[in-house]
């Protein structure tokens, strides 16, 4: 498990794994895109890697963990000029500012939070331990930078995320639904309220 430096072809496959693991929430909520090529390209373009934990095995990521801090407070920044390249005036503008405002909406990350943004494994590699030795590396890194707990967002349709996260010392704060706004737009991606999690390291 390392965190060095990422290699352009490394960037596209942590984009990879992401879209692989977040198609729904990419298509209606993220990005407003079921173009696959799409997506990979503006996440691999504009994750800050320094926000990110990963798992390798013979050279490839197989894991990932990003994570988003009160002075790091976005993993994945995309720019109005970015959506513009890949799609044309109208719908760049509607994507940018859908997802400004769903950015925004997020729990806000206190001073002594660690907040976990995405934690995704590899459909090859899943069912080996990788999410939860992530986790323990999420929280050695927390506790390296004096922060005091682990905070992260569950949707109501993943009771089995929500299943592992408890299993990996996690407990439910609060059970929030989704803001009107955009729970047109989260019940396609099946989900309408989400719980917030924390641990502490």
């Known amino acids: 498990m390392e965190n060095s430096s990422l290699t352009a072809s490394e960037r596209e496959q942590v984009a990879a794994i992401i879209v692989d693991a977040f198609e729904d929430k990419i298509h209606y909520v993220w990005i407003m895109t079921s173009d696959r090529a799409k997506a990979k390209r503006l996440i691999a373009k504009h994750f800050n890697e320094d ?50 405002i769903y950015k925004h909406s997020q729990s806000q990350v206190h001073a002594k939070d660690w ?3 995405l934690l995704a494994v590899a459909s090859e590699a899943r069912g080996q331990g990788l999410g939860r030795q992530l986790l323990q590396k999420a929280s050695q890194a927390a506790k390296a930078n004096h922060k005091k707990q682990l905070i992260l967002e569950v949707v109501n349709s993943n009771q089995r995320g929500k299943k592992f996260y408890e299993e990996n010392g ?21 989900f309408t309220s989400y719980y917030v999690m924390k641990k502490r390291v």
Do not use: C, M
């Open 51 to 100: 926000q990110l934990i990963v798992s390798r095995n013979q050279g490839k990521i197989q894991g990932i963990l990003s994570y988003e801090s009160q002075d790091k407070p976005n993993f994945l920044p995309i720019p109005w000029h970015s959506f513009r390249q890949e799609f044309s005036f109208f719908p760049s503008l509607i994507r940018s500012l859908g997802y400004f």
């Open 115 to 117: 907040h976990i943004d």
């Open 170 to 190: 996690f407990q439910t704060l609060k059970h929030q639904d989704v803001p009107l706004l955009f729970r047109p737009f989260t019940k396609a991606a099946k």
